[in-house]
């Protein structure tokens, strides 16, 4: 499975942004899905999740009510939309993924990671 962020940038705080998360080389409806983030000099954090059918989602708490996590198995793409962001979402976004069917939070349990995508919130 090969993925592929975009859809980053430089907004404004209240701005939103949606990203995408292209799969290929792989059965797409197969695969849970994750987002995490890795600001300068933090660890990689965890920020949304996806089972497959996607019918089951979970946030981080800071991300909760303002970034919604879908995904379009005809499309095989994986979207994360930001609405209300802040200077502290600023960070590089990955997106990762693993044969199954529940979701899944830690880092440690995905397979496949897509290169990242910048999101800078200036205020």
């Known amino acids: 499975v090969q993925l592929q962020a975009f859809g980053g940038g430089l907004v404004q705080a209240g701005d939103s942004l949606r990203l995408s998360c292209a799969a290929s080389?792989?059965?797409?409806?197969?695969?849970?899905f994750g987002w995490f983030r890795q600001a300068p000099g933090k660890e990689r954090q965890f920020v949304a999740t996806?089972?497959?059918?996607?019918?089951?989602?979970f946030y981080t708490s800071s991300v909760e009510g303002r970034f919604t996590i879908a995904r379009d198995n005809a499309k095989k793409t994986l979207y994360l939309q930001m609405n209300a962001l802040k200077p502290e979402d600023t960070a590089i976004y990955y997106c990762?993924?693993?044969?199954?069917?529940?979701?899944?939070?830690?880092?440690?349990?995905?397979?496949?990671w897509g290169r990242g995508t910048q999101v800078t919130v200036s205020s």
């Open positions: 990762a993924a693993k044969d199954g069917t529940d979701y899944l939070i830690s880092d440690r349990s995905y397979d496949y």
């Open positions: 080389k792989g059965s797409f409806i197969r695969l849970v």
């Open positions: 996806i089972n497959w059918s996607g019918d089951r989602t």
